[in-house]
């Protein structure tokens, strides 16, 4: 049974920084591209970052380069998301995914096989 957890999540003020991780049971997880997503409320899920399976290609949203930094270690089953400068326009659902078929770190949710459950990131202005 496949499960992706996440942690990490919080209240924090604007310009604070948080680093949420995501650990992954039940695939071979070095053979997984990782992204993470999030969800505002009222608003559709929209992509956040990328990480090939190696970690040497990763892929943001416009939104967030320079702030976030997508990162993963094999030998933990972990991927994380640094995310520095944060503003309350980061306020969201934060949800990591595993793509298996692509290859490469895609933005479409579509690509994405596996999904946690999600971790709330609440920034106050």
């Known amino acids: 049974q496949v499960q992706l957890v996440e942690s990490g999540g919080g209240l924090v003020q604007a310009g604070d920084s948080l680093r949420l991780s995501c650990a992954a049971s039940?695939?071979?997880?070095?053979?997984?591209?990782m992204g993470w997503f999030r969800q505002a409320p009222g608003k559709e899920r929209e992509f956040v970052a990328a990480?090939?399976?190696?970690?040497?290609?990763?892929y943001g949203a416009d939104s967030v380069k320079g702030r976030f930094t997508i990162s993963r270690d094999n030998a933990k089953n972990t991927v994380y998301l640094q995310m520095n400068s944060l503003l309350p326009e980061d306020t969201a659902v934060y949800y990591c995914?595993?793509?298996?078929?692509?290859?490469?770190?895609?933005?479409?949710?579509?690509?994405?096989?596996?999904w946690g459950q999600g971790t709330q990131v609440t920034v106050s202005s």
């Open positions: 990480i090939n399976w190696s970690g040497y290609s990763t």
């Open positions: 995914a595993a793509d298996l078929r692509s290859g490469r770190p895609g933005a479409g949710d579509f690509e994405y096989d596996y």
């Open positions: 039940g695939l071979t997880f070095k053979y997984y591209t």
